[in-house]
């Protein structure tokens, strides 16, 4: 079937409808089609959630025990300062009391500016882990001098101290007189390691 | 919807009806004349675009049964154009119904009944007057292709059945064979009593039969025919009296108003006899077959065409809201899922923080907590201390009084490159062996081997490792030993053999060894 002119304006105006239409019924399949996928996102999103809170859920008597053991270990951080900001004046104030009470010959010492060692995520805020070094140098008439001292830092608190390095060497001085000649000399670098919690109630 | 007027043609006036729902209305009347053609003019400015049948009632209309070759699409057309214009000289009003396969041992044919009228020029100024109104003309009926119609609607859906209306033409008879139309005439009627009536449709019936056993189209035996008679109103109980059947034909008399009720027509004007039957079927169900040419229809076949765009347009449409409504309650469904989700993980949640608020009062969080303790235990078993290899070294020192140590490096940490890959000379194979850890303590014991001759070579070396071999035990392996002289291939070697001691200084070593932090 051939068209005129005429019927061609004729038909003309219905295909604008029809195609209208059809634009309108492409918008309604597109829009249900993002809504549906929007929906099934929502869907997983919720269901990922769910499963993993029914999964701490289920693991909440491991849990518990597991804060019960940890409960000790961080009050004891906490009991000797550990846990918390460096407290300076308090390593200085431990040192001289080991060199006064074990009547050592000399100490001398230098605390580096601190650095942090490392920074932990948690929940709500993240646990971050400090250290200071410190170069401690001592005079010694025996070696056992050397480890009363380390004992007496480490039962002083305010610090977790990790020794790094430890050199002991013979003075080489002769023995003799009233006064007391160092026989021994010994430099150690220790680490004072600090935990501070960031999401710690003060 | 588009309002649809019928054009009742008789030889004698015209009439216009206009079809509503399940019912007639009598628009107009014309003269069959010029006069008439004029008025029906006059009338259709009004009604610009109009939709038209034309429903004809004439005398005159021709049937002639034909067969051609069994064919189909343009080759069946055009032979069919051609039987047609064969048979009739003007082809305006002409139509070919198909009446099926013929049977046939020899070739496949098909059976026509060519219909046209012998005067066309009845119609012809009224179809040219609808052409200049622009009218839509859907179809040019005359009242026996409309019969098969009627007479399924009477009952008869099957097998041969004679149909007969009084209408304001004549007494229509028509000749149906199992749906299709065979033949029809129309014998002129003047007014009548009903007892008359009656008895001449009797014997136009039997006059019809008659021929039509002449023509062979109903066989001299066989099972009667079927005759419909739709009497007028009122006019049943005589009709039925006059009508009586015999082993030929079967009457079966029909009240007007219970055929108005077979075709479902409720309204009609009172002057209408049972032309309204054929005129409301034509209105509400056409038949395929009709007289107009394409040429004539072709108005109507593009408004069809909008209409079907638009339907088309609309289907899609619904087709597509039927699709978003089925995935929007699939949204919906999903939603309510993920809102049982939500609200599952929320009751897991809450349940947590009933049950964790239970737990000992800590001042930080579960998690703080955990992170906490874990990296410090974590910093603390990687930390040593020199306590426990200063006391190893003193006991292995008790059991070589000849040594004597004069410096002592203690470190913690990773292993020095110098130490890190580099096995003892004379070590052990198993030692070698063993997964060197990154972070471990080591222990450089230097000193001096006393009581021993600078020169005894072999009494040194042996000692040194003795006291080498002695260290690496309790955890520890010996990472390197170095004695005051190099007796390996790569080194030089010298001696004083006899000469005069010199009584320096007692010979020097350097033990090295390590033990891995977890």
């Known amino acids: 079937m051939n068209f005129t002119q005429e019927e061609l304006k004729r038909l003309a105006l219905p295909l604008l409808i029809a195609l209208a239409m059809l634009a309108v019924g492409a918008g309604i399949v597109i829009s249900a089609r993002e809504g549906l996928r929007m929906a099934q996102t929502q869907f997983a999103r919720t269901q990922a959630e769910r499963r993993q809170n029914a999964e701490r859920l289920a693991r909440i008597a491991e849990e518990e025990r597991e804060v019960s053991q940890k409960m000790d270990v961080y009050k004891q951080l906490k009991a000797l300062n550990i846990l918390g900001e460096e407290q300076r004046l308090e390593w200085a104030d431990a040192i001289n009391r080991i060199r006064v009470q074990r009547e050592l010959l000399d100490v001398r010492y230098r605390i580096e500016r601190q650095k942090l060692l490392s920074s932990m995520p948690g929940k709500p805020a993240s646990v971050d882990f400090f250290a200071s070094s410190m170069r401690v140098d001592l005079q010694l008439l025996h070696e056992e001098d050397l480890l009363r001292f380390l004992a007496d830092l480490r039962a002083s608190g305010n610090a977790y101290y990790a020794v790094k390095k430890c050199t002991i060497a013979r003075t080489g001085q002769a023995v003799g007189g009233i006064a007391m000649t160092p026989r021994l000399s010994a430099s150690c670098d220790i680490d004072l390691i600090t935990v501070v919690d960031r999401a710690a109630k003060r | ?518």
């Open chain 2, 1 to 518: 919807m588009a309002t649809r007027r019928l054009l009742y043609v008789t030889a004698e006036d015209h009439y216009l009806y206009r079809a509503t729902a399940g019912g007639l209305e009598l628009e107009a009347r014309f003269s069959g004349d010029d006069l008439g053609v004029t008025s029906f003019r006059e009338h259709l400015v009004a009604r610009p675009g109009g939709l038209f049948s034309v429903v004809a009632d004439l005398a005159g209309e021709d049937f002639h049964e034909e067969q051609i070759p069994l064919l189909r699409g343009g080759d069946r057309e055009a032979i069919v154009q051609r039987r047609l214009a064969q048979r009739y000289r003007d082809t305006r009003l002409a139509a070919a119904l198909s009446l099926g396969e013929a049977p046939s041992a020899e070739r496949r044919n098909e059976r026509l009944l060519l219909a046209s009228f012998t005067n066309t020029q009845q119609l012809a100024p009224w179809l040219d007057a609808l052409e200049d109104g622009g009218a839509r003309l859907a179809g040019v009926y005359s009242l026996p292709l409309l019969a098969p119609a009627l007479a399924a609607r009477l009952g008869v859906k099957s097998g041969r059945a004679l149909v007969v209306t009084a209408t304001r033409a004549g007494l229509r008879q028509c000749y149906v064979d199992n749906g299709k139309l065979r033949f029809a005439r129309l014998e002129r009627t003047i007014d009548m009593v009903p007892q008359a009536l009656a008895m001449f449709v009797r014997s136009e019936t039997q006059r019809l039969a008659q021929y039509l056993v002449t023509l062979r189209a109903l066989p001299r035996e066989g099972a009667p025919v079927q005759v419909l008679v739709v009497a007028p109103p009122g006019q049943r109980e005589v009709f039925e009296q006059a009508l009586s059947s015999d082993a030929r034909l079967v009457f079966h008399t029909i009240d007007y108003s219970q055929a108005l009720q077979s075709v479902k027509l409720k309204k009609v004007p009172e002057v209408t006899r049972a032309e309204a039957l054929f005129l409301h079927l034509a209105a509400t169900q056409p038949p395929r077959d009709q007289f107009a040419s394409r040429q004539d229809r072709r108005r109507y076949l593009i408004w069809q065409l909008q209409r079907g765009i638009v339907a088309a347009g609309a289907a899609g449409l619904a087709a597509c809201v039927l699709y978003g409504g089925w995935m929007g309650l699939e949204v919906l469904t999903m939603r309510d899922r993920a809102l049982q989700q939500q609200r599952d993980a929320r009751a897991a949640a809450e349940q947590y923080e009933r049950i964790t608020a239970a737990f000992p009062v800590t001042q930080t969080s579960s998690e703080n907590l955990k992170v906490a303790v874990v990296e410090f235990r974590r910093i603390a078993e990687r930390s040593a201390s020199p306590e426990p290899a200063l006391l190893h070294l003193s006991q292995v020192l008790a059991r070589f009084t000849q040594f004597e140590v004069d410096t002592i490096n203690w470190s913690a940490g990773r292993i020095p490159e110098r130490f890190a890959a580099k096995p003892p000379a004379g070590a052990a194979s198993g030692a070698r062996s063993e997964a060197v850890s990154d972070q471990a303590v080591v222990v450089e014991v230097s000193g001096r081997v006393n009581a021993t001759q600078r020169t005894d070579y072999r009494g040194i070396t042996a000692q040194v490792e003795s006291f080498a071999a002695a260290l690496a035990t309790a955890g520890y392996r010996l990472v390197e030993r170095k004695l005051p002289f190099d007796v390996t291939s790569e080194g030089t070697l010298t001696g004083d053999i006899g000469g005069t001691d010199r009584g320096g200084e007692a010979p020097r070593f350097t033990v090295v060894v390590a033990r891995p932090l977890p």
